[in-house]
Structure formats: C-alpha cells, structure tokens
Nanobody, 128 residues
C-alpha cells in the first residue's frame, strides 16, 4: 500500500514560481514511477510530467504545455517527488495531483489508467 500527500500549492502572480512536493509513505520500495497531473475548473485531468522511480530504465516526460517551464524531480531517500514550476500563467491554475504507478510501462504513461495511487491534490492559483 502507498499513500501520497501533496504540498506547496498557493496563490501567486503571473511570472512567479512555485515548487510542489509529494511525499510517499507505505510500501515505497514498490513504486516504479511517479507523476504529476492537473485538473482545471471544468477540465479533464491531464498529465503534466512523470519520471522513473526506483526502477532502472525509461526517461522523464513533460507535457508540451509545460515543457521548458516545469521540471519534475525526486529524492528517493526522502520518498519525495517535486514539481518546479516557473513562469506561471493563469492557464496553469488547477488542482495538481501526485500519482504513483503500480506497474511500469516501456511506452508512454500519459493516461489516467496508467497510474494506481493518487494524492488528494494541492491548489495552484495564478493571477494576472
């Protein structure tokens, strides 16, 4: 069993930066990959980024909408994944969710069904 808790959200101005954290507990040694998703008001939940976690192989992924601005990283010794968000815009306003996979895929893992464990989310609001 794995539990995920996000933190670091808040309200900022356009152009500002935020760093989100996701701390995992439970059977963390079984986690093969970690991800960040987001869901804006009235929108579908969408992939933001993912990375291998305690698994050899694969590479990090960043959605086109955030590539060059957001960076996923992690510290397995602290059981924590991060999402560094720079140059934020109002379009980035959403609830951001941390997710952990149960099984690793060698193809892309951009679908909701690719991820088994979910945190409760943290709100990010960006004002003009």
């Amino acid at each position: 069993q794995v539990q995920l808790v996000e933190s670091g959200g808040g309200s900022v101005q356009a152009g500002d930066s935020l760093r989100l954290s996701c701390t995992a507990s439970g059977r963390t040694s079984d986690i093969p990959a970690m991800a960040w998703f987001r869901q804006g008001p009235g929108q579908e939940r969408e992939i933001v980024a993912y990375m291998p976690w305690r698994w050899a192989g694969g590479s990090s992924y960043h959605a086109d909408s955030v590539k060059g601005r957001f960076t996923i990283s992690g510290d397995t010794t602290k059981n924590t994944a991060y999402l560094q968000m720079n140059a934020l815009t109002p379009e980035d306003t959403a609830i951001y969710y941390c997710a952990a996979a149960q099984h690793m895929s060698f193809g892309s893992m951009t679908r909701l069904r690719d991820w088994h464990y979910w945190g409760q989310g943290t709100q990010v609001t960006v004002s003009s």
